[in-house]
């Protein structure tokens, strides 16, 4: 397989991480464990039942904690390290399966993909946190566990799908963030202003 194909596939892989670090992991494991893809050395310890236990403790904790307000904000600033990893892992494994890219290589091309959909989850949830007054906070989590598992199992199957999917979500998302921002900034001048004005 060529280059770029290797790369869509891995960030259609990688990407998800972002969101969820454990999901795209026990899937690929998974599928790894049932032989519907073959992994490479050394990331076949994926498809081992104790590793794919652990995945399942640490993915049943994420659930849970992700979805409690004020918690998940921790929950993110601790993942900041982790879900990055994930993400090179997989695109590593995913480069190591398909070949035309040194994984080394898809490693760090994974941390970038997994770390920039985490910096816009992480930027983006206190917003949903201030907004709903912190009732929004589980559908989105769910939203975003749906999201990355179906993703990552389309990674798998048909990776173009996932990454376009994926690049859209991470648009939408960054233009959102960006768009409160901006209005944040506004009103905030708009105050200073109606301040100064009284002063005077």
Same mark, same amino acid.
């Not at 397989?1 to 969820?20: E, Q, R, V, Y």
């Not at 992994?39 to 076949?44: I, S, V, W």
């Not at 991470?170 to 200073?192: D, S, T, Y």
């Given at each position: 397989?060529?280059?770029?194909?290797?790369?869509?596939?891995?960030?259609?892989?990688?990407?998800?991480?972002?969101?969820?670090?454990?999901?795209?992991?026990? @899937?690929?494991?998974?599928?790894? *464990?049932?032989? =519907?893809?073959?992994?490479?050395?050394?990331?076949?310890?994926?498809?081992?039942?104790?590793?794919?236990?652990?995945?399942?403790?640490?993915?049943?904790?994420?659930?849970?904690?992700? *979805?409690?307000?004020?918690?998940?904000?921790?929950?993110?600033?601790?993942?900041?390290?982790?879900?990055?990893? =994930?993400?090179?892992?997989?695109?590593?494994?995913?480069?190591?399966?398909?070949?035309?890219?040194?994984?080394?290589?898809?490693?760090?091309?994974?941390?970038?993909?997994?770390?920039?959909?985490?910096?816009? *989850?992480?930027?983006?949830?206190?917003?949903?946190?201030?907004?709903?007054?912190?009732?929004?906070?589980?559908?989105?989590?769910?939203?975003?566990?749906?999201?990355?598992?179906?993703?990552?199992?389309?990674?798998?199957?048909?990776?173009? @799908?996932?990454?376009?999917?994926?690049?859209?979500?991470?648009?939408?998302?960054?233009?959102?963030?960006?768009?409160?921002? =901006?209005?944040?900034? *506004?009103?905030?001048?708009? =105050?200073?202003?109606?301040?100064?004005?009284?002063?005077?």
């Amino acid at each position: 397989m060529d280059i770029f194909s290797t790369i869509i596939s891995g960030f259609g892989l990688s990407a998800p991480a972002g969101l969820n670090a454990w999901i795209p992991l026990l @899937v690929t494991g998974i599928a790894g *464990k049932i032989g =519907a893809i073959k992994l490479q050395a050394p990331f076949d310890l994926l498809t081992n039942t104790w590793v794919l236990a652990i995945l399942l403790l640490l993915l049943t904790i994420e659930i849970f904690v992700d *979805k409690i307000p004020a918690v998940d904000t921790i929950n993110d600033i601790v993942h900041t390290f982790i879900r990055p990893v =994930a993400g090179g892992i997989l695109f590593a494994a995913e480069s190591g399966m398909l070949g035309g890219l040194d994984p080394t290589v898809g490693f760090v091309l994974g941390l970038l993909s997994a770390g920039s959909v985490h910096a816009v *989850k992480a930027t983006g949830r206190p917003l949903v946190t201030t907004f709903t007054g912190g009732m929004g906070n589980m559908l989105v989590s769910l939203v975003e566990d749906m999201i990355s598992g179906v993703t990552a199992v389309l990674a798998l199957v048909v990776p173009i @799908v996932a990454a376009i999917i994926m690049a859209i979500i991470l648009g939408l998302a960054i233009w959102m963030v960006v768009r409160w921002r =901006a209005r944040r900034r *506004k009103r905030q001048e708009a =105050a200073l202003e109606v301040r100064g004005d009284g002063r005077t």
